[in-house]
């Protein structure tokens, strides 16, 4: 079992940043592929980014590639997303999710683990 939390959430400008971490916790979780799925309510939950559990493989949705940036810390098994250059469409509750697969399933229905997530509202 993995339990994943999220944080760095909040209000922002739009053209500004925000940088998102998920604390994960668990057995073997740092052997796990993490990811990034946001969702507006009313709407279905939205990839936005992927990465192998060990850094070197990233997918990202086409409406955020060049501006959010995944990592991970396995050491301190924490994922991170820095968004920069962020747009109010980018407004959503993000999830940090996570999967015994490969970074390339990124739907969500792929995500064995969720977090509860963390609200972005970016200003216009």
């Known amino acids: 079992q993995v339990q994943l939390v999220e944080s760095g959430g909040g209000l922002v400008q739009a053209g500004g940043s925000l940088r998102l971490a998920c604390a994960a916790s668990?057995?073997?979780?740092?052997?796990?592929?993490t990811g990034w799925v946001r969702q507006v309510a009313g709407k279905e939950r939205e990839f936005v980014a992927t990465?192998?559990?060990?850094?070197?493989?990233?997918y990202y949705a086409d409406s955020v590639k060049g501006r959010f940036t995944i990592s991970r810390d396995n050491d301190k098994n924490t994922a991170y997303l820095q968004m920069n250059g962020l747009k109010p469409e980018d407004t959503a509750v993000y999830y940090c999710?996570?999967?015994?697969?490969?970074?390339?399933?990124?739907?969500?229905?792929?995500?064995?683990?969720w977090g509860k997530g963390t609200l972005v509202t970016v200003s216009s």
């Open positions: 999710a996570a999967n015994r697969g490969p970074a390339s399933l990124t739907r969500s229905r792929d995500m064995d683990y």
């Open positions: 668990g057995r073997a979780c740092s052997t796990y592929t």
């Open positions: 990465l192998s559990w060990d850094g070197g493989t990233a």
